[in-house]
T-cell receptor, first 110, second 114 residues
């Protein structure tokens, strides 16, 4: 079944450093979305990247998509304590559902 | 804040009981999706409602059922609760039923089954 797999499962960095997390998938996609979840809360949409796009930016976030490698990466530059959260990639499975991966737990240390 | 509200925020039930969770979608959104998230896991799709009709369902048994009302608010009902139903239940609304629409999530209902 189509589900993104995030890597690493957990990441701990110092404030100010960049954080990179990856999402790999198995079959072709039309688009891929990234969401953030603060502890025990709802998810917040970050970026949607379409299959014909290679890179998108939103503030300190940069998302890339390599359809030949079936992978996407999310880069957070100049990390802040408020970036501490879980990050999920989400893919469309069949025509009727958006499927989330297991997530990357990011911790920003002061 | 997304404008999606869920109630209650926390709930404790015992095995075998029934529960109803509620969700008010963001203004202008006609589609609601429900997800179950176990601790440390990603959200798992339960079902989606579009204009009061079910529009897709995940791998959940029939004791998970839902409703969407004319104002596009929604309910998730779970009968015969099991211990494994303990999870965070998330509701998300979107402008339309297409999966290219971004989802706006509520803060969830934490359900504990004892």
């Amino acid at each position: 079944s189509q589900q993104g797999e995030e890597d690493p499962q957990a990441l701990s960095i110092q404030e100010g450093e960049n954080a990179t997390m990856n999402c790999s998938y198995k079959t072709s996609i039309n688009n891929l979305q990234w969401y953030r979840q603060n502890s025990g809360r709802g998810l917040v949409h970050l970026i949607l990247i379409r299959s014909n796009e290679r890179e998108k930016h939103s503030g300190r976030l940069r998302v890339t998509l390599d359809t030949s490698k079936k992978s996407s990466s999310l880069l957070i530059t100049a990390s802040r304590a408020a970036d501490t959260a879980s990050y999920f990639c989400a893919l469309i499975q069949g025509a009727q559902k958006l499927v989330f991966g297991q997530g990357t737990r990011l911790t920003i240390n002061p | 804040e997304t404008g999606v509200t869920q109630s209650p925020t926390h709930l404790i039930k015992t095995r075998g009981q029934q529960v109803t969770l509620r969700c008010s979608s963001q203004s202008g959104h006609n589609t609601v999706s429900w997800y179950q998230q176990a601790l440390g896991q990603g959200p798992q799709f339960i079902f989606q409602y579009y204009r009061e009709e079910e529009n897709g369902r995940g791998n959940f048994p029939p004791r998970f059922s839902g409703l969407q009302f004319p104002n596009y608010s929604s309910e998730l009902n779970v009968n015969a609760l099991e211990l494994d139903d303990s999870a965070l239940y998330l509701c998300a609304s979107s402008l339309d039923r297409g999966w290219e629409e971004k989802l706006f999530f509520g803060s969830g209902t934490q359900l504990s089954v004892l």
